[in-house]
């Protein structure tokens, strides 16, 4: 495990074995479903906006998106039966959060749903991705639903029919019932049995209504954040848990899928993954042998591989297992039959793309671009293409939908009412262009959500950083459209940048 003692503290740490490859020789093949796109658009390597005259044109049933989740932005945090979470155990421990911040009332979203809504519905939205609460719907983690806690979901569900988008919903966005945890929580199998149960009852409610489930977002967050490092809830420091976690959470994500196989519903259901390319830090080849590419290439595998290989493939990478050991508990907590659940088909993979890393011969890292105000972010809108060409060459042609991009801006609402985000503006231009030209090189990209959609509660950051492309004055709650929104509402109005 000699690679875990050698980590820095990063937010997102991650990397991918892909380098920067050139367009149109990563996959292959032609296939774009591009419709309208001006002659040169594949060749558009740069980051920089495109011109007028060459605008980029997405494909006519691209799902524009934006995405939240329950405990950033609901409140309402002892409402209507709602249970505790390790988030509200967290978040109340002093000296956890920034500025001793909770999510007991986030932007309101509970009471304020219906007003939501029609901000979405005016920006155009035509998928929301959100998620749903489990200490809603079993308040202590096991036994009989939460009527209250349904309905909820059930209202926002039918609101955004009434407006036309179509729901995306995450079944575990990190908030775990406190007693769950009180019972061991992610290093407990049982647990992922107890997701199982979980996702049965929310199918049972919702199944008919929510086209596309995701299971578990972003596992490795949970992992490193939660059990390595402990800037996130439950707050642990044990390497060891942590990697039980990791298997543990793979195995619910696969028990959740046959769970909803099992209804003999239509939904679509499939993993939510952070995956950040990465490069040797002394800019050799990726795939070549110095120290550099060395160390990268096992930094994907504790980064990327452990995930997307024991969903899509059914295997732990090897590298990954021999740098554990065979004595670590996650090694020694692998059962058979355990990889063939986890590799359960999927409909489709769900990408966040925040940052790259560059890693060192010596197992460290580097920073090569600037950074957003999340210091773990480097802006680099070309890793959006290499990890989305990278998946889809080393796992197939699998339906992708990046359910998280943005970053925060500091921003002020103005005395005459605005908001003037410009940076969101030109982060999201350069990042959707470079999806852009990952469809256009053959990647099966079907919708984009931008994270967030409202500012919203950023964990250890608390209120801190904004991520919303509608500003939220926590004060009085009123919400604003950011220069980004009015700029989002256009990009989804044309089908193009
Ligand atoms: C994550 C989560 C979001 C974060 C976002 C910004 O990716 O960590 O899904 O809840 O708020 O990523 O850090």
């Given at each position: 495990m000699s690679i875990l003692t050698r980590r820095h503290l990063l937010r997102h740490a991650a990397l991918s074995a892909t380098a920067a490859t050139p367009a149109g020789a990563v996959l292959g093949t032609a296939a774009t479903g591009l419709g309208g796109c001006e002659p040169g658009d594949a060749e558009d390597h740069t980051a920089t906006a495109p011109s007028a005259a060459t605008r980029l044109h997405f494909p006519p049933d691209f799902g524009w998106g934006a995405a939240t989740s329950a405990y950033q932005i609901e409140g309402a945090a002892k409402e209507d039966g709602r249970g505790e979470s390790i988030w509200d155990t967290f978040s109340h421990t002093p000296g956890r959060i920034r500025n001793g911040d909770t999510g007991d009332v986030a932007a309101d979203h509970y009471h304020r749903y219906a007003d939501d809504l029609d901000l979405m519905r005016d920006l155009g939205l035509r998928s929301y991705r959100f998620s749903i609460s489990w200490p809603r719907i079993q308040p202590d983690g096991t036994g009989a639903a939460n009527q209250r806690g349904l309905?909820?979901?059930?209202?926002?569900?039918?609101?955004?029919?009434?407006?036309?988008?179509?729901?995306?919903?995450?079944?575990?966005?990190?908030?775990?019932?406190?007693a769950l945890q009180d019972a061991g929580g992610w290093e407990s199998r049982d647990v992922a049995y107890r997701f199982a149960d979980y996702a049965d009852i929310v199918f049972a409610a919702l199944g008919e209504r929510v086209p596309v489930w995701l299971t578990i977002n972003e596992p490795k967050t949970v992992v490193q954040n939660g059990y390595l490092f402990g800037h996130h809830a439950p707050g642990h420091r044990d390497p060891d848990a942590a990697y039980l976690v990791a298997h543990h959470l793979q195995l619910a994500h696969g028990l959740a899928v046959r769970a909803l196989r099992a209804t003999g519903g239509t939904g679509r259901i499939g993993p939510a993954f952070n995956l950040h390319p990465c490069y040797p830090a002394d800019d050799s080849p990726v795939d070549g042998s110095s120290p550099a590419a060395e160390a990268a290439r096992l930094y994907d595998g504790y980064e990327n591989r452990l995930y997307l290989d024991s969903a899509l493939k059914g295997s732990y990478p090897a590298d990954v297992l021999a740098d554990l050991g065979p004595d670590s508990r996650m090694v020694r907590g692998i059962r058979d039959g355990d990889l063939e659940i986890i590799s359960s088909p999927v409909d489709l993979l769900a990408v966040q793309y925040y940052t790259p890393i560059y890693v060192t011969s010596a197992g460290g890292t580097e920073r090569r671009w600037p950074t957003s105000e999340a210091e773990w972010?480097?802006?680099?809108?070309?890793?959006?293409?290499?990890?989305?060409?990278?998946?889809?060459?080393?796992?197939?042609?699998?339906?992708l939908t990046v359910t998280e991009n943005g970053l925060p801006t500091p921003d002020v609402l103005a005395a005459d009412g605005t908001v003037d985000d410009a940076g969101r503006v030109s982060f999201l231009r350069d990042h959707l262009a470079a999806a852009h030209r990952a469809v256009t090189d053959g990647v099966p990209l079907e919708s984009f959500h931008v994270w967030s959609l409202l500012d919203n509660f950023e964990w250890a950051e608390g209120y801190d950083q904004r991520w919303g492309l509608i500003y939220v004055d926590y004060p009085t709650q009123r919400r604003v459209f950011k220069r980004s929104a009015h700029w989002y509402r256009q990009v989804i109005a044309d089908n193009a940048l």
């Open positions: 309905d909820f979901y059930r209202r926002l569900v039918d609101g955004l029919h009434e407006r036309g988008i179509a729901p995306m919903a995450t079944l575990f966005h990190w908030d775990l019932p406190q972010q480097q802006i680099y809108p070309d890793g959006m293409y290499d990890i989305l060409t990278r998946v889809t060459r080393d796992y197939g042609p699998i339906p």
